[in-house]
């Protein structure tokens, strides 16, 4: 008598090991691979940042240059000039993508008629525009948007990346 032979095929537990193995390990290795360089692209412009504000005179209201400091931390950056809340008062946040543009939002407090455009531009009257700016490693620049162009003036900014142990003063 002969023994029937029987074929038998892959194990299907085997077979869906393997299916599970197929490209998913391969992209698992990848991402942990690309992990640092991401990391390292979101903290590529982190740290201390020189601002420097230049409105130039328009008509009767006067022109202005302030320098204050400012930080970049997770790519999120923030600066401030004056003291909150009073006078001459002004705050800059933004989100930086990783190429280096940004919209920025200044909100302040106008601290003189002298150097504020507009029919309410009173000291004391809160003000905000948007400033579009691009970063690369070690500087920026920006230019505060246009709007409605009927009221604002073409305000720049510089950005200037310090040394971790400088720290800017306010002008």
Same mark, same amino acid.
């Given at each position: 008598?002969?023994?029937p032979?029987?074929?038998?095929?892959?194990?299907p537990i $085997?077979?869906?090991i393997?299916? #599970?193995? &197929?490209?998913?390990?391969l992209?698992?290795v990848?991402?942990?691979l690309?992990?640092?360089?991401?990391?390292m692209?979101a903290e590529?412009? *982190?740290?201390n940042?020189l601002?420097?504000l230049t409105c130039?005179a328009k008509g009767d209201t006067?022109?202005?240059?302030?320098?204050f400091?400012?930080v970049?931390?997770?790519?999120?950056f $923030? #600066?401030e000039?004056?003291t909150a *809340?009073?006078? &001459?008062?002004l705050l800059?946040?933004g989100k930086?993508?990783?190429?280096?543009?940004?919209?920025l939002?200044?909100?302040?407090?106008?601290a003189?008629?002298q150097?504020a455009?507009?029919?309410?531009?009173?000291? &004391?009257e809160?003000?905000s525009y948007d400033i579009n700016?691009?970063f690369?490693?070690a500087a920026?620049?920006g230019? $505060?948007d246009?709007g409605?162009?009927?009221?604002?003036?073409?305000?720049?900014f510089?950005?200037?990346?310090?040394?971790s #142990?400088?720290q800017?003063?306010?002008?």
């Amino acid at each position: 008598m002969t023994t029937p032979h029987v074929v038998v095929g892959p194990c299907p537990i $085997r077979r869906s090991i393997a299916a #599970a193995r &197929g490209p998913f390990p391969l992209l698992l290795v990848m991402a942990l691979l690309l992990l640092p360089s991401v990391s390292m692209a979101a903290e590529r412009f *982190d740290g201390n940042w020189l601002t420097t504000l230049t409105c130039p005179a328009k008509g009767d209201t006067e022109g202005y240059t302030w320098k204050f400091p400012g930080v970049i931390q997770n790519s999120n950056f $923030r #600066a401030e000039h004056g003291t909150a *809340d009073q006078p &001459g008062y002004l705050l800059i946040t933004g989100k930086i993508a990783q190429n280096g543009t940004a919209k920025l939002t200044a909100t302040g407090i106008v601290a003189s008629r002298q150097y504020a455009r507009g029919v309410l531009a009173h000291q &004391g009257e809160s003000y905000s525009y948007d400033i579009n700016a691009q970063f690369k490693e070690a500087a920026g620049t920006g230019t $505060r948007d246009k709007g409605l162009g009927i009221v604002g003036r073409p305000c720049t900014f510089d950005f200037a990346r310090q040394d971790s #142990a400088s720290q800017p003063a306010q002008q």
